[in-house]
Structures are given as C-alpha cells and as structure tokens.
C-alpha cells in the first residue's frame, strides 16, 4: 500500500493578477489535506480511482482523457510510460470544494505522489507539479500555475508565473482565519469574466493588475520584516482592487467587513472570489473574537491556519 498526501492553500495576494504575469503570494494551509491511498488489485483488473466524498468510482480504462479524477492518472502513467497500472487509489480531502483552497490540485498532488511511489517512480516536485498543472489546465482554462506549484511544493511561494518558484522568509508567524462563505467559487468562470473584462478594457485591467502587482512586492517585504500591520493594510487594499474588478460578492463583503470590525489586520477574499473563502490575517490574541464575528457574519466554516 501506498499513501501521499497534499495540502489546501490560500492566496495571500495576487490573484487574477497573477493570471497576468504579476506577481502573487500564496501559502499551504497544512490543516487541510487531500490523501490518496493505492492498494494492489487482481493482476489484469487495471487501475480503479475512487473519491469516497464525491460518491465517484471511475475504472481507467473506460475514462475519457478529461475525467476530472481520471485525467491525473492518464497523466502520471502517460509520464512513467506505462499503459496501465493494477491498483485501487482512493482519495478523500479535508479541503472545501469550489473554496478557493486549491482543493482540485491537492486531489491531483496526492493522487501522482500514491501513484508514483506505488510503482517505484522517482518523481522531482517540479515534475509532480507540472502533471497536476496539466489537469488544472482542463479544470480551470487558463489557470496561472500558482495553485498546482504551493500544493506540491507545500511553503510559501512568491510565483511569477511560467518564472521559476521563489519562496521567502516569514519573520513573524502569520495568524490567518479563513472564512467559507458556503458559496461555491466557479475559478473556470470567474477566471473566463475577468478575460472578457480585460478584452473589453485591458487599459483599465492592466491598471488594476500593476497596481495589485505593486501590492504584493510591498507585501513580500512586509512579510520578510516581520510587519504585519502594513501586510494587513496591503490586503485590505487588494480587495479594493478586487471589488473593482467584480470579482467579489456581498456574502463576501460582509466577511470582510465583519472581520475587520473584530480588529483583524487585514481582511480580503482569496482565490478566484465571487464565493470561496475570505482570509483575515489577525493577532492571535483576537484569533478566537474574530472567527466568531466571522461565524456571526455567515461563515459555514473557519479554519485557523498558522504559517
Ligand atoms: C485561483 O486560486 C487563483 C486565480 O488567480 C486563478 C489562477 O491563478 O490560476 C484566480
């Protein structure tokens, strides 16, 4: 038997922008997991993957290449030049679905890591990361690769997409409560509207994504000073710039707001919005007051993550 595991992720700042070619932050959140276990089957049974949560058995070999659980196992054995593979995987995850945690890449991560060492296949975290990037290219369009490369890598990542990782010192731990607004997040679509925004106006999107690019140089200092206070003020300021954009909602408004009233530092939406989650980076004396309002404020669940 073989078991691997991969972790949810939040954005830190960035997002969309980064779709762009700017710059954006994102850490693991390790609280959240995505684990994928491969038995050994029947010699000739072939390779079976079922996801317990999702109520879902797919048996490779009558999959269709974009299988959204399949597709990582065509991948990995396409990779490993192998036809098939006699093996069970399961898979189930802690990590909110449609929440903008990464939950798709962090099933596919888990998914290549079993796989691999079922079959005794070496694979480096760049290659795991560019096969899960593979998928989330069906999943999500046009996605930037920031998702599959934190998952995989599990630190924090200053990403620059198709520019090699680079992570970066955290001086002070970051204190962060993030906030599901039981509205499911539709990255392909949301994605798809910024595209359609920044077609219609890319003077006025180019904008928006320089000044967002801006905000996460400063945030990366601020990080490596160890000054909270201006990273909160940095968040706050890139929701700005997200609800300009339209990619945020009331639901996610009122998050933000409620966090920021209970003296959070910064408080923003995370990953491609118009649901999902809001982060609120907090003190960790106000950790516990500020995930009640959160909860006041209609949060269906509140992970607190320590990076
Ligand atoms: C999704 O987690 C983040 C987006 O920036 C899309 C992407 O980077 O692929 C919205």
């Not at 939040?10 to 693991?28: C, D, K, N, S």
């Not at 399961?90 to 079922?118: D, H, K, Q, Y």
């Not at 219609?200 to 490596?224: C, M, S, T």
């Amino acid at each position: 038997m073989s078991q691997a595991s991969a972790p949810g992720k939040v954005i830190l700042l960035g997002e969309h922008a980064v779709v762009y070619g700017r710059p954006a932050i994102a850490v693991p959140v390790a609280q959240v997991r995505a684990t994928a276990t491969v038995e050994p089957v029947p010699p000739g049974s072939g390779l079976t993957l079922v996801a317990s949560d999702l109520d879902r058995t797919v048996h490779l070999a009558e999959a269709t290449p974009d299988d959204p659980l399949a597709a990582i196992a065509f991948q990995f054995l396409a990779h490993v030049d192998l036809d098939d593979l006699d093996a069970c995987v399961t898979v189930t995850s802690t990590i909110p679905i449609a929440g903008g945690m990464g939950s798709g890449a962090a099933v596919s991560a888990s998914i290549v890591r079993a796989l691999a060492s079922f079959a005794g296949a070496e694979l480096s975290l760049s290659e795991i990361s560019r096969l899960v990037f593979e998928v989330e290219k069906l999943h999500h369009g046009t996605p930037s690769g920031i998702d599959n490369t934190v998952v995989v890598y599990e630190r924090p990542v200053y990403f620059v997409r198709d520019k090699p990782i680079e992570t970066f010192a955290v001086r002070e731990p970051l204190h962060l409560l993030v906030a599901d607004s039981g509205i499911p997040s539709p990255t392909r679509k949301v994605v798809g509207m910024v595209r359609k925004g920044w077609q219609a106006e890319p003077v006025r999107y180019d904008f928006l994504f320089d000044q967002i690019g801006d905000l996460v140089e400063e945030a990366r200092n601020a990080i490596e000073d160890g000054d909270l206070y201006t990273l909160g003020a940095l968040m706050d300021q890139n929701q700005d710039l997200l609800q300009e954009m339209g990619v945020s909602a009331p639901q996610l408004d009122d998050l933000v707001e409620a966090a920021r009233a209970a003296g959070a530092l910064g408080a923003k939406l995370s990953g491609a919005g118009r649901g999902g989650n809001v982060i609120a980076l907090v003190e960790e004396e106000l950790a516990d007051e500020v995930e009640r309002e959160l909860q006041e404020a209609g949060a269906t669940r509140v992970i607190y993550a320590v990076v």
